[in-house]
């Protein structure tokens, strides 16, 4: 059925696949095999598959755009089975970034400079109109030498994009001597200034220096390396590099990536942490330097999101004049694992971002037309918490669902110190004082959690006393999910993030997407973003449960709280 309906018009495939409920072209390839007796029976359940996150097979997120109606989304996948290797181009549309219908693989290894791979990339809107891929493609085997090459619609005048070619003059950039041709990949979307177009490729000098070779052209054929790179550091090989303008601080609107602007963000993805690392700072155009407006910026650097949340990528929707942050979680269990479920990884809700009013850091927000999966829902308001208590919203399904809630706390005088120990190792700080822990103000929310709370996974916030006379009162964000499963050998990491907020006045706001086996949560309107993975044993489907929690010395109220079932898309992976 699937080769049939691709040669509809795109709007009556839409309506077809509307009305068939479909949710997507099944892959042959990637249904799950039966999962080896060795396998929890949780683990393989199908209500642990997101019901409203994107779930494609595999994971890095290549040049999404939007193209004549589409939103187009690219991302690396191995045709073959739900772990790494044989990775070509995946390709799925949507008209709302939120139902999505896949098509065929969009690049494969089928050119010289590509043959043994089609790694991460980048697209880009040329001044006519015409979409434009930069990628990675291995040339050699047995080594990933890495060269940039690049590929245009097969025709241009198909909205769906679903034909790609590749020019002769393949590759058009390669390693130089005394470059790293191993660690030499990823191209950024390019932007256009004075007669040239530019984009970036991350890059490793030596053992540690991270770096954005920045490429030049006239023409978009012919590349050429700058002498020096636009910026680097000493954090290890810098992945997924993204350059984009901002508009004034507080101003929600996205600006397209060519357009001029006095701030920007430079974001990279580390190979040695396998997080997501970006910095606000200006960029000189004349000298071809990016500089971050914090001096210590690249060794203390904000992270979009404080959990399991990589190799991501933004890019501007002339729509709705936004700019859009895409990223991807892997899953925190084993191949094994993986290959009895017959999926690895998730993408995270798109988000859209700009700049804090204080212009210090980005502000993250679900995209609206996820309210169009919104369904029953529940309100609570001026409802107290009591020290060591808690609070079960009821009324709804929550192992699906939206949860937004304002909090008022008293008693921030009852605030415990923070021990200098910690430095500003925020995970670390939540590893030691988990959710459990008591101290003078802790609260949130515990979801998927089970009748019992044998398992529950908690999203909270622990406030520390001020550091010095006139500091404001430390926030500290955390997910703590170690107690979310009875599973054995799961991998249940703490994440945690330090909140750039003004608690003074007792008040705070954290939003939780609850799908299944993820939850992804924005504190204080978007300050800190956590996402993080989850298999419930018990708290599976109508078991599982939601609380608003207490572990602190003082009274917690709800200000207001309000949880939506969210309902699955019509059209939903790849």
Same mark, same amino acid.
């Given at each position: 059925?699937?080769?049939?309906?691709?040669?509809?018009?795109?709007?009556?495939?839409?309506?077809?696949?509307?009305l068939a409920g479909a949710s997507h072209v099944v892959h042959r390839s990637l249904e799950a095999e039966q999962a080896p007796s060795s396998v929890p029976a949780s683990i393989v359940s199908p209500l642990l598959r997101t019901g409203y996150h994107f779930q494609p097979p595999m994971n890095w997120i290549n040049g999404p755009l939007y193209y004549k109606g589409w939103y187009h989304l690219f991302y690396q996948y191995n045709p073959k089975g739900a772990v790494w290797?044989?990775?070509?181009?995946?390709?799925?549309?949507?008209?709302?970034?939120?139902n999505w219908i896949a098509l065929e693989p969009a690049i494969k290894p089928n050119i &010289?400079?590509?043959?043994?791979?089609?790694?991460? $990339?980048?697209?880009?809107? %040329?001044?006519?109109?015409? +979409?434009?891929?930069l990628y990675t493609g291995i040339d050699r085997p047995n080594i990933n030498y890495q060269v940039q090459n690049i590929a245009f619609p097969k025709n241009a005048s198909d909205p769906l994009l679903r034909e790609w070619v590749k020019p002769a003059y393949n590759p058009v950039a390669t390693p130089e001597p005394g470059m790293n041709a191993t660690q030499f990949r990823d191209p950024t979307t390019a932007w256009y200034a004075d007669g040239h177009w530019r984009m970036l490729v991350g890059g490793l000098k030596g053992a540690r220096?991270?770096?954005?070779?920045?490429?030049?052209?006239?023409?978009?054929?012919?590349?050429?390396?700058?002498?020096?790179?636009?910026?680097?550091?000493?954090?290890?090989?810098?992945?997924? &590099?993204?350059?984009?303008?901002?508009?004034?601080? $507080?101003?929600?609107?996205? %600006?397209?990536?060519?357009? +001029?602007?006095?701030?920007y963000v430079l974001k990279n993805s580390l190979d040695l942490t396998r997080y997501d690392y970006y910095t606000v700072g200006i960029y000189n155009k004349v000298t071809e330097r990016y500089v971050p407006d914090n001096p210590a910026g690249d060794y203390h650097r904000l992270r979009y999101d404080y959990g399991?949340?990589?190799?991501?990528?933004?890019?501007?929707?002339?729509?709705?004049?936004?700019?859009?942050?895409?990223?991807?979680?892997?899953?925190?269990?084993?191949?094994?694992?993986?290959?009895?479920?017959?999926?690895?990884g998730i993408h995270a809700i798109p988000r859209k971002v700009w700049l804090d009013p204080s212009g210090k850091q980005l502000l993250q927000w679900p995209i609206e037309e996820l309210e169009t999966l919104r369904g029953k829902s529940v309100s609570v308001s001026d409802k107290v918490v009591k020290p060591g208590e808690h609070f079960q919203v009821t009324g709804l399904g929550t192992y699906q669902a939206d949860v937004e809630v304002s909090l008022e706390v008293s008693g921030l005088e009852k605030a415990e110190a923070l021990d200098p120990a910690f430095g500003d190792d925020a995970e670390r700080l939540c590893?030691?004082?988990?959710?459990?822990?008591?101290?003078?103000?802790v609260f949130g929310l515990w979801v998927l959690a089970s009748a019992g709370l044998e398992e529950k996974?908690?999203?909270?916030?622990?406030?520390?006393?001020?550091?010095?006379?006139?500091?404001?009162?430390?926030?500290?964000?955390?997910?703590?999910?170690?107690?979310?499963?009875?599973?054995?050998?799961?991998?249940?990491?703490t994440f945690a993030g330090f909140v750039d907020t003004d608690i003074s006045s007792g008040k705070i706001s954290l939003r939780s997407l609850i799908d299944r086996s993820v939850v992804e949560s924005f504190g204080a309107g978007g300050k800190t973003c956590i996402l993080s993975r989850v298999y419930p044993s018990m708290a599976i489907g109508d078991k599982a449960h939601l609380y608003v929690f207490n572990n602190g010395e003082a009274d917690i109220k709800i200000s207001h709280l309000k949880a939506w079932e969210m309902k699955k898309p019509l059209m939903n992976g790849a």
């Open positions: 059925m699937g080769t049939r309906l691709l040669a509809l018009a795109p709007w009556l495939l839409l309506l077809l696949l509307q290797g044989n990775i070509v181009w995946a390709h799925s549309v949507s008209q709302d970034l939120i &010289p400079s590509d043959q043994y791979g089609c790694w991460s $990339g980048s697209a880009t809107i %040329l001044p006519d109109g015409t +979409p434009v891929i220096r991270g770096l954005a070779y920045l490429y030049r052209s006239r023409d978009f054929k012919t590349w050429v390396r700058a002498k020096h790179p636009l910026h680097s550091a000493l954090t290890g090989m810098w992945e997924c &590099p993204d350059f984009f303008p901002l508009q004034a601080p $507080g101003l929600q609107a996205g %600006l397209d990536t060519s357009v +001029p602007s006095s701030k399991n949340f990589y190799a991501s990528k933004t890019f501007f929707d002339p729509v709705k004049h936004r700019r859009i942050l895409l990223g991807w979680a892997n899953e925190s269990d084993s191949v094994t694992y993986d290959k009895a479920k017959g999926w690895a590893g030691a004082k988990g959710a459990d822990v008591r101290g003078g103000v996974t908690a999203v909270f916030f622990r406030v520390f006393k001020p550091a010095g006379h006139g500091a404001k009162p430390v926030v500290l964000m955390c997910t703590d999910p170690t107690k979310s499963s009875l599973s054995p050998d799961l991998y249940k990491p």
